[in-house]
């Protein structure tokens, strides 16, 4: 967001309101994906409990998210610093490309 000191109330206003717009439009799209992955999770009989419990609660802190007020307590175990948030999701994924790779790669 650009500096706050040229602009007008009204500028600013529909800044923020773009910026919340993206953000809700982010959470819903990630409650979506977890929805249907946890869904999937359910219906394979293969896969820990425990991950299949994670995805559900996932999933419902999303749902919970989305209908009301956020509790933030209940968020505690998350983090909130977006700069951690990308770098587990960086690792997450260049752990799933490097197993892929190693998948491609395995002779039998």
């Not at 994906?33 to 609660?57: D, P, V």
């Not at 260049?94 to 395995?106: D, H, R, T, V």
Request: hydrophobic letters at 40%.
């Amino acid at each position: 967001m650009e500096s706050t000191n040229n602009k007008s109330l009204e500028e600013q206003l529909a800044e923020l309101k773009q910026e919340r717009d993206a953000w809700r439009a982010a959470t819903l799209y990630l409650a979506d994906c977890h929805a249907a992955t946890a869904q999937e999770a359910g219906m394979i009989k293969s896969g820990s409990k425990s991950g299949k419990n994670r995805l559900a609660a996932i999933a419902k802190t999303a749902a919970d998210i989305i209908t009301g007020p956020i509790n933030h307590t209940k968020l505690r175990n998350y983090t909130n610093n977006k700069f951690m948030a990308e770098f587990v999701c960086k690792r997450c994924l260049s752990g799933a490309e490097m197993i892929s790779e190693m998948l491609l790669n395995y002779k039998t």
